[in-house]
């Protein structure tokens, strides 16, 4: 069964920071990967989406890259800001038929200004 | 502005009456999707559905029905069977294939009195 892990569960950093958010899962037969954003009290915002057969993904300040045969990705967060401060989640997409994304628990980053 | 609407947006429940909450969606999405979030916790899934008029069990089915009579709708009614309602409820939704990305809903926040 398939696994995602997400560690740490929180973290802290001066503003100004860049800073990696790593994201862990135990079967390499996935389609792709999903790097989320939830604000508190909110819903879930889509950042990236790497498939496959990519090494990464990159949308202005965030880069994601994955490591499908260690079973390994990781998110960079270039000069990290106060508004980057929110929950940040991974989920894969299991190569196994059509199902559902498999989520990791998140890891709480916050920006201290 | 194409999406993914849920309302409302706070829903307060005395015990043993049954709550329906709405998940819209204007995307032309195949797949929807129910899931829990509780304070620390990850996402639960409840029930998803694939294609209009046929919808699969989640972990965490007992308690909750859903129905799925029109592709842009997938209502899911909590139970007066569900022990422990009080908790975040987020629909999403994508196109019926693992490569796509998955988006969400802003989320119902569900309290019984």
């Known amino acids: 069964k398939q696994e995602v892990t997400q560690i740490p569960a929180a973290l802290s950093v001066p503003e100004g920071e860049n800073l990696v958010l790593n994201c862990s899962f135990t079967d390499s037969a996935i389609y792709n990967l999903q790097w989320f954003r939830q604000d508190p009290g909110k819903g879930l915002t889509s950042l990236l989406l790497i498939q496959s057969s990519q090494r990464e993904q990159t949308s202005g300040r965030l880069n994601a890259s994955l490591d499908k045969s260690s079973g390994r990705s990781t998110l960079y967060i270039a000069a990290s800001q106060p508004g980057d401060s929110a929950t940040y989640l991974c989920a894969v997409s299991p190569r196994r038929g059509n199902t559902p994304l498999v989520f990791g628990k998140g890891t709480r980053l916050s920006v201290i200004a | 502005d194409g999406g993914i609407t849920q309302s409302p947006k706070y829903l307060f429940r005395k015990e043993g009456q049954n709550v329906t909450l709405s998940c819209e969606q204007n995307?032309?999405?195949?797949?929807m999707y129910w899931y829990r979030q509780d304070p620390g916790q990850g996402l639960r899934l409840i029930y998803y559905s694939q294609i209009v008029n046929d919808f699969q069990k989640g972990d965490i089915a007992e308690g909750y029905s859903v129905s799925r009579e029109k592709k842009e709708s997938f209502p899911l009614t909590v139970t007066s069977a569900q022990k422990n309602p009080t908790a975040f409820y987020l629909c999403a939704s994508r196109l019926n294939s693992p490569y796509n990305e998955q988006f969400f809903g802003p989320g119902t926040r569900l309290t019984v009195l």
């Open positions: 995307l032309n999405h195949d797949a």
